[in-house]
């Protein structure tokens, strides 16, 4: 089947062949009749559309075909689009164009059929943003969506089921019948017949809005503040890769290298933003971090290893080198910020998902922490980066749903401004314009409210032409509306589009922009609508928890994910306490924490639970760096002795701040010495050695825990369980203990005879006796046996060799006995820092 032939411009169009039937009344075509014969043509008519429309409303005047709202596919078979409007915004004199497609969706094929254009049922425009919604919410063809020209008409061959045709329609302004400045409906339709059902009728329609304009106006033009926002989901692992002298930035894919190439996603955003003016550029601070990273070279974990923790190495990463187009991005973006009239918002660093902490982990002692420090590192981080200024006290809960325990953990993070959809906070039937954006909302906070009509065609992606045009026409459609229903009442806007904007509704939105700007709106940053006097009569009031959406609250991070990073900060604390070069760890660690709370996890809930496992074990690996060696049986052949303990410190800085704590299970049979403190240099091993003295034969259980020093001690690592075998505790040391006991009674004989001796006087001195024959200058009472050295203080089992002292302990105590690891095949766990400027 060939494609028909394009008829458009002012020249009607006729099929051929086909005559007006008793259906189709058409009061614009030629009479071939006499008064009779129309007169009956025009009963038979009345009698079909009452039989087919009962309740269709008839207008007079031009091609009436009245209809019903319906939506049965048999009655309504054929689909249309409008996919282009050009130009968007009409002008006096001048020609519309109109294209798009016309698809057959039924069960028959269409006969005889065409698309045309309907004139508005009326020349005044649509005064009230109710009227718009009103055509909006039409879903079929109906008498008030205007009357059909003759010209132009589009003929349509005869169309099978799922068969699609585009088509294009010109048409002058001045045929459309506006009389005055305003908002019209633009309407095409298409009118024939089916296989099934020869009735000629109306098959389907297509509507959009259409902005006129005869000249200037004198309205005040409405302020409007347009979100446009840079956020990406987090790439920046908590390790870096060791490469001679430096630290290579690891990243947990490499999706961003695509985003920032011509034609991907964070370019384009970047590349259409620099054309606006009054742009508030709402940027993630880790997305700049993660481009300042790729601007050197990187490295990128494999597939599957995200989770492990493991430290990079080359089995588990791949080396990239400097990506030059994230070098040219970071710069095209301080080029587009910096521009005069746009702002910079900058969020939290990572954008935690407040909604997620509010409901789910306010609770959590770390969470609040953690948010005023991301506040003020994003802060830096985009001024560092970008070279400007920026607002970092402005919170955007998810997809702008608020409520009252989100706002208080936005004013407890240090938010002063809160950024609101229209559908939070919506305003109240009794105002009947639309009030301007921002709302005192209580303790020193406002909202600025995006309006929910206005944002909302932008709230997905616009793939489709149809759908951007949709979006386009009717976001002009609403702000001439908003603008005019007030003339001299000049009020605020706040466009809100989604964080994950695309590049196809970035431009819908610039387009649309555009078109707008400088006759009905005056685009503005954020500050200057945040600063305007709210409107008394506009909604002020907090939602409350319970009428937050479902929806929204089905995809929030759940209390064991946060938990989970709460935890991570208490770990992260204690392992503070004990490195000689914090900074290298803290930074990545502080960032990948809150990395782990981020909104980007709402789409892609599995890639965040893999990025929280994969932190927590890497923070488990620096942890257990540290650690005492496992054992399992230390003999101890004698009553005294020493026990070795070794302590290992894997990591390449030395660590301090430790002590070590042995603890016998059972004290009354083996006691050992007090703790021990520890400084281990990098990648290093200690022994300690514990005087013990033990009472009997048999095993000993024994404990050995790391603890940290200082203020609020607390344990360090895991604490290793070992028995120590007592040996050789002989019958003669159970003599020394007999002997001291007969000593111990004689010395009392002898105090007894001399208190008889001296006739119960109390010596001159006190009451303590004076003693006779003093052996060696020692009294009696404190003759005892010498502890004996163990006759083997090498007696271990095989386990512990490691474990021997290079060097005996003196008596002094316990001794420590450094000793480089020797390469024993273990993985040392590389330190990690921050990547800076």
């Excluded at 309740?55 to 409008?82: F, M």
């Excluded at 506006?178 to 059902?197: H, I, M, P, R």
């Excluded at 906070?425 to 209580?442: F, L, Q, W």
Aim: charged share 20%; proline share 8%.
């Amino acid at each position: 089947m060939s494609e028909p032939a394009r008829h458009s411009g002012l020249g009607a169009h006729r099929r051929p062949g086909r005559a007006a039937g008793p259906t189709e009344p058409r009061t614009g075509e030629r009479r071939t009749g006499g008064r009779a014969r129309r007169f009956a043509a025009a009963c038979g008519a009345l009698l079909a559309l009452v039989a087919a429309a009962p309740a269709a409303a008839l207008p007079t005047g031009g091609n009436v075909r009245p209809t019903v709202d319906s939506t049965a596919t048999a009655e309504y078979p054929v689909v249309l689009t409008i996919e282009t409007v050009t130009p968007q915004l009409a002008v006096q004199n001048g020609t519309v164009s109109i294209t798009g497609h016309v698809t057959n969706s039924g069960k028959s094929a269409l006969k005889g059929a065409h698309a045309a254009v309907r004139k508005p049922v009326s020349s005044k425009p649509l005064q009230r943003r109710s009227e718009l919604q009103g055509v909006a919410a039409r879903t079929s063809p109906r008498g008030d969506d205007g009357t059909e020209l003759d010209s132009p008409q589009y003929a349509l061959p005869e169309l099978n089921p799922g068969q699609s045709l585009p088509y294009t329609l010109s048409v002058a302004v001045s045929d459309l019948g506006f009389s005055e400045s305003g908002v019209y409906e633009l309407a095409v339709d298409a009118w024939g017949s089916t296989a099934d059902n020869p009735r000629d009728r109306a098959l389907g329609i297509a509507r959009t809005f259409l902005p006129y304009s005869q000249g200037s106006s004198e309205a005040q033009p409405t302020k409007v503040a347009t979100l446009w926002p840079l956020v990406h989901a987090p790439v920046l692992a908590a390790q870096t890769y060791a490469e001679g002298d430096q630290n290579l930035s690891v990243l947990r894919d490499d999706s961003l290298a695509a985003d920032f190439a011509p034609g991907g996603r964070l370019y384009e955003l970047v590349d259409t933003g620099a054309k606006l003016n009054g742009l508030t550029w709402v940027v993630d601070p880790d997305l700049l971090d993660a481009a300042f990273a790729m601007t050197r070279p990187y490295r990128v974990q494999k597939p599957g290893t995200e989770g492990s923790g493991k430290s990079a190495k080359d089995e588990n990463t791949v080396g990239r080198p400097a990506s030059a187009a994230a070098d040219a991005w970071l710069n095209k973006l301080r080029t587009a910020v910096a521009k005069s009239g746009n702002q910079v918002v900058s969020l939290p660093y990572a954008d935690p998902d407040l909604a997620s902490i509010a409901h789910n982990g306010a609770d959590l002692s770390g969470m609040g922490t953690a948010l005023s420090k991301a506040a003020t590192a994003g802060r830096l981080t985009v001024e560092g980066r970008l070279a400007v200024d920026t607002r970092s006290d402005v919170a955007w809960p998810y997809q702008g749903y608020l409520d009252q325990q989100i706002a208080g953990i936005a004013r407890q993070a240090g938010s002063n401004l809160v950024l609101v959809n229209g559908a939070s906070m919506p305003d109240p039937d009794s105002v009947n314009y639309t009030p301007t954006a921002v709302r005192p909302i209580g303790n020193g906070q406002n909202a600025v409210v995006a309006d929910d009509t206005v944002s909302g065609p932008f709230q997905k992606d616009l793939s489709t032409p149809k759908d951007q045009t949709d979006a386009t026409q009717r976001f002009l459609a609403e702000t001439y509306a908003i603008t005019h229903e007030q003339p001299q009442n000049q009020r605020g806007l706040l466009v809100m589009p989604p964080r994950e904007l695309t590049v196809n509704t970035a431009k819908a939105l610039a387009t649309a922009l555009q078109t707008a700007g400088d006759k009905w709106l005056a685009p503005v940053k954020l500050d200057v609508l945040a600063q305007a006097a709210p409107d008394p009569k506009a909604n002020t009031g907090v939602p409350s928890p319970a009428d937050y959406p479902t929806q929204a609250r089905a995809s929030e991070l759940p209390a064991s994910a946060l938990s989970g990073t709460d935890e991570i900060q208490q770990k992260l604390d204690t392992l503070m306490r004990v490195l000689t070069l914090p900074q290298r760890v803290r930074g990545p660690f502080s960032a990948a924490m809150v990395r782990s709370l981020s909104t980007e996890w709402r789409a892609q809930a599995p890639a965040g639970d893999a990025y929280r496992t994969g932190v927590t074990n890497y923070l488990n690996e620096l942890t257990t760096a540290v650690q005492v060696p496992k054992k399992n049986v230390v003999t101890l052949a004698g009553n005294t002795g020493q026990l070795p303990v070794s302590v290992r410190n894997d990591l390449t800085q030395t660590v301090t701040n430790l002590q070590l704590r042995l603890t016998s299970i059972q004290p009354n049979r083996l006691r050992v010495g007090l703790p021990e403190q520890l400084v281990l240099p990098a990648s290093q091993s200690v022994t300690l050695h514990f005087n013990a003295e033990a009472r009997s034969n048999g095993p000993v259980t024994m404990v050995a825990q790391l603890w940290t020093t200082g203020p609020d001690s607390r344990p360090y690592g895991q604490a290793q369980t070992f028995t120590v075998e007592v040996t050789s505790v002989t019958n003669g040391v159970l003599y020394v203990f007999a002997g001291a006991a007969v000593l111990l009674v004689l010395a009392a004989l002898r105090f007894m005879r001399q208190r008889k001796r001296r006739g119960g006087q109390p010596h001159e001195d006190g009451d303590q006796p004076v003693e006779d024959d003093p052996a060696d200058g020692d009294p009696a009472g404190t003759a005892a046996a010498e502890p004996a050295e163990p006759t083997d203080p090498d007696a271990t089992t095989a386990d512990q060799a490691a474990d021997r002292p290079e060097n005996g302990a003196g008596d002094g105590g316990p001794a420590q006995t450094p000793r480089a690891s020797s390469p024993d095949g273990r993985d040392r766990t590389a330190s990690d820092e921050k990547v800076g400027p």
